[in-house]
Each structure stands twice: as C-alpha cells, then as structure tokens.
C-alpha cells in the first residue's frame, strides 16, 4: 500500500508575543488568535427539503447537515482551490491507496463520538457509503458506481474496494454532501429533526417553523478546541427580507455561508450601499440555471423540433436579467451543459451552434417557426411551467419565455410559482410540462458530476428523460481508466444530450455572499473568510470567529 495522506494537526501552537498598547483590534486577534464565543447567525430562503444530505444538492439541506456531520475527508477549509491535492482528514486519521488504484483505505480516528452520546465506528462509515452508493437513496449515486465493495477490517479500519481505477473519487467523498451518517437512526425520518444526529461541530437545539433552527457548540467535537463559536443560527427568509436583515446587522452573513447573492443584482447593489463595511464576494458558479422539458408528461414539448424552436427564439443577452440579476453578476451566456474551463465541455461556439444561436435572432425565428409548422404545431400550442415561489427571478424568468414563445411561437404557457413544500414534491415527481430551475453539481471541478445528472432514473433528472445510448457512454466513461478516452466519451455523449435538448441551458450563475467584517476563518488568522467554489465555507463552520465582541456589527439602517 502507498500512503499518501497521514493525520495533520488542526490547531497551530500559538507563540508567546509581546503586545503593545497601539495595536488595532485586527492586529491584536492576529497575535491572540481566534476569540472564542459568539452566535453566527445565517439564514437560507425556505425549509430543506430534506435534512440528508446525501439526498440533496441543495443548500437549504448543507446549511443544516454542514454543521451537523462530518465527512471521512475534506476539502482543506484554508484554501480556496478544491482539488485531489488539498484533501485533508476529517473523520478518516489518514488513508492509503494501493499501487493499482482499486482499493482504498481509510484509517478513523478513535474516541469520537455522535451528539447522542453513541460512539462513531467503522459500522458507520460501511453503512454511509452503502447509502452514498444507492440511486434510491442518494443523488451522488452516479459518481461513486466505481465502488464495488465496502468492507470493515474492524472497529477503527474501513476497505473500500473498486472496480477500477477512479482517483475522482475522493473528491465526492468529501462534505457537505458524502456525509457520515449513524448507522443506528438508520430508520430516523431524514425530514425530521431527529434526523440531525452527527459527529460535527454543532448540536441541533431546537426548530421554530418557518422562522429559525438553532445549533450550540458539540463539547464533545472530536477536533479539541473547536468550534470557535458558542452557536449557529439558521433563519428563513425570502431574498428581499435576507437583504434587509443583514444590512440592519441582525445576520451575520446574508444568506447561507454559500453564496446567496445571486438571485438579483439589486440584493448586492442595496448591500453595498447601506453596508459599505461589509464584505462582498461574488465568484463564478459551477452551476447552471435553465429549462427542464419532462418526458414524464406528453405534449408539443415531447418533439424535439417544438424544444429546438423554443430553444432557437430565446434571446441570450436578455434572458440574464430576469433569470441572473444582470450580467454585472457575471453569468455566462449561452453556457452549456458543463462549464466552458472543463477540458471535455464544448467550446462557446459549438455550444452557439447546437443550439441554433450562430445565427441572427431573425433568421432563428424563421427557422423556428418552420420547425413547429413541421411538427404539427404552426397554430401554436399550450404548456404550463412551475416555479419555486419566494424567489421572484424565477417567476419573472418564467413570464418573459412565456412572453418571447407567445410572440414568435404563439405558444400560450401559464406560470405558476409553488412554495417549495409543494414545488420539490412535484418536480420530483417529474410532473409539470417544463420548469426553470438550478442544475446543482457537487463540486464542478469534474465533467462527469454534470453528465451523469442525466442518466437514466437518476434524482436530479428532473424531466425524466431517457437514453439507452446516451447512458452506454456514461457508463463506459465512468469506467475508462485512459483520459484522453474520458474525453470522447464525454464529448459523443454531449452530441447526443445537445441533439435530445432534456435541459435548455440559459446559462451559469455568479453566487456570492456578504459577511460582517470582522469575521474570520482560521488560525493563525485571515483577512476575512475562504470562499471556495462550490462549497464555500460549509468546510469550515468549525473554524469561523469574530475579531469583535460586539452582538450588533453595525446600526440598523
């Protein structure tokens, strides 16, 4: 066996200085390090759906299960880029690879313990993974298939033998998604709170509906001296009332320790305005927002030629500002299916031509016009589409396709915005005609994460769409050791997912959030917070401190 990773401190000895009177309150936390105490209030816009997160890519699940669960490894929470190279241990001590890349071994650390008192064994990690690894039970199924075998050695040692080679697979063995789970409240509704039974850094206290979940410090937390914060607070509000909440200094950060910021670019204007002191980071997301057609119900919509001419008369460059907030938030236009830095997406340009944008809009509503003629459907047609309510961009989303469709395409499409107790349920289910909603990723520093959204019977497939060829080749790309094979499987696989348009891909997204400024990751102390993609600081909850003392960071405005 080759070890490549051993067990590192977490906690850096703190050096004795000399402190003088002049120093400001920045300079002095640098020397003293982190203040402990505190209550890191938060907030998300509606109830999770769901408190597992092995069952959602959403955040409203990671700003509950972040705080609750830990993973086998993580992310390094000090640095932004997430890559195989800065994994570091979490509830795994260390773990080896062997020399042939099919078997792994994870090494746990001994003595900790889930917030009900009940120890963490190997029992635990077996029983997590054989979840991760069920499409009836997890999201990330797709991602781990490479995973034939998991298998305790004994209390404190677990194997997890693959089929093949698959060195991406400690990027999705990482929180807030893989988490480790206990394996006796297997039978625990994971839509109660009775669920939020982990080994992490914070100890679910108690839930308001509809207005707050509260958290306190884990004693016990297997990491001695962290968390830095007495508690963790998660409050519901919809963006607008998020907005006001943070700029009046009664959240500490506007939104989830994700990024939130993304919905209307009037959210980041009115932050910087009334609260010029606090920080604002916006990054680019690997997410996409777009179109889901279902093919669990029939309509025009089930022709290619009706979704390729209700693709063609989509005008770009307009359809940020309802659907992004404005491209002062930097979305993409005309994004495809995988991020344009990945090496196997499609390039801009043949992105443009699949979907029939290498033309003027002009031209595109010809041919549009041509094709639903062709179809069956020159007359015009009918469809309804749902949105999640409490966020306006979606339905003001839906209202302009449906204005563009009815000019061009004299297609009558009803908006109807669900609250997400009923919307979540319903897309589930598949049953709407099409709705405008995220397209969420684990980590989107791999292609697969993307494609495999769409294979058959897979959650996140939303529209329920279907394709023998189009599965062969993820699966046959999920088991190539070649890279360069990787590679054009994943691109014959894209010609045909361009070619079926199941998701119509308006473009990516900016996410971003603000934070009072005197909050902190770390030790020895930062300029602020890490801001990785994707996970942003959820890897690092236990880890947050404030330089100041003060309950309020600023008047209320």
């Given amino acids: 066996m080759k070890k490549i990773m051993t067990a590192v401190s977490v906690l850096v000895l703190m050096a004795s200085v000399v402190f003088l009177p002049t120093l400001s309150l920045a300079q002095t936390a640098k020397l003293q390090g982190p203040v402990r105490g505190g209550v890191l209030r938060s907030s998300v816009t509606g109830e999770a ?26 992310p390094d929470p000090l640095k932004e880029e997430v890559s195989l190279k800065n994994m570091v241990p979490d509830l795994a001590e260390n773990w080896e690879i062997s020399p042939d890349g099919k078997t792994y071994t994870f090494h746990l650390r001994r003595g900790v313990k889930f917030h009900d008192g009940k120890p963490f064994a190997a029992k635990d990690v077996k029983y997590s993974l054989d979840k991760l690894r069920d499409p009836k039970r997890s999201v990330l199924a797709s991602l781990v298939t490479a995973i034939e075998a998991v298998e305790m050695t004994d209390d404190v040692t677990v194997r997890v033998r693959l089929s093949h080679p698959y060195p991406e697979l400690l990027l999705f063995l990482t929180p807030p998604y893989a988490a480790i789970e206990s394996e006796h409240l297997k039978d625990v509704n994971p839509k109660s709170t009775d669920f939020l039974v982990g080994t992490g850094p914070f100890k679910f206290k108690r839930y308001v509906p509809g207005k707050v979940s509260v958290y306190e410090r884990n004693p016990d937390y ?82 290619i030629r009706v979704r390729r001419a209700m693709a063609m008369v989509i005008d770009y460059s307009d359809v940020l500002v309802p659907a992004f907030g404005g491209p002062e938030l930097g979305p993409v236009e005309g994004a495809g299916l995988l991020p344009f830095y990945l090496p196997e997406a499609f390039t801009k340009e043949e992105v443009a ?150 998701y119509l891909v308006l473009g990516t997204q900016a996410w971003g959030t603000a934070w009072r400024p005197d909050l902190r990751t770390g030790w020895p102390a930062r300029d602020g917070v890490v801001i990785q993609p994707r996970y942003t600081n959820f890897t690092s909850i236990d880890r947050i401190w404030f330089e100041g003392t003060a309950k309020r960071w600023m008047k209320a405005k």
Avoid at 55 to 70: D, I
Avoid at 264 to 293: C, Q
Wanted: glycine share 8%; proline share 5%.
């Fill in 353 to 502: 031509k699949a979907y029939g944008l290498d033309k003027p809009l002009k031209d595109r509503i010809v041919e549009a016009k041509r094709l639903m003629k062709e179809a069956g459907y020159g007359d015009g047609s009918q469809l309804k589409c749902i949105v999640r309510g409490g966020e306006q961009f979606r339905v003001n989303t839906g209202v302009y396709l449906a204005d563009m469709w009815k000019r061009h395409l004299n297609i009558e499409m009803s908006v109807t915005p669900l609250e997400s107790a009923v919307y979540f349920p319903v897309q589930a289910k598949g049953d709407f005609d099409i709705t405008f909603d995220t397209l969420e990723v684990a980590s989107g520093v791999v292609g697969a994460e993307y494609l495999t959204r769409f294979v058959t019977g897979q959650p996140a497939n939303y529209g329920k769409w279907s394709n023998k060829d189009y599965d062969m080749l993820i699966e046959q790309m999920m088991r190539e050791p070649s890279q360069g094979k990787k590679l054009e499987l994943a691109r014959k696989a894209q010609q045909i997912f361009y070619a079926e348009m199941p």
């Fill in 49 to 74: 759906p769901t408190y597992d997160p092995h069952f959602a890519l959403s955040f409203r699940t990671q700003a509950h299960s972040a705080a609750v669960f830990n993973g086998l490894i993580k």
């Fill in 222 to 303: 297997f990491v001695q001296g962290l968390p830095y914060l007495d508690g963790y607070e998660v409050y519901y509000l919809d963006f607008g009332p998020m907005v006001d909440a943070f700029v009046g200094g009664n959240l500490d950060v506007c939104g989830t320790l994700r990024a939130l910021l993304d919905s209307d670019v009037t959210h980041v204007l009115r932050v910087r305005k009334y609260a010029p002191e606090a920080v604002v980071a916006l990054k680019p997301s690997p997410a996409s927002r777009g179109l889901f057609f279902s093919f669990a119900h029939k309509g025009p919509w089930n022709d």
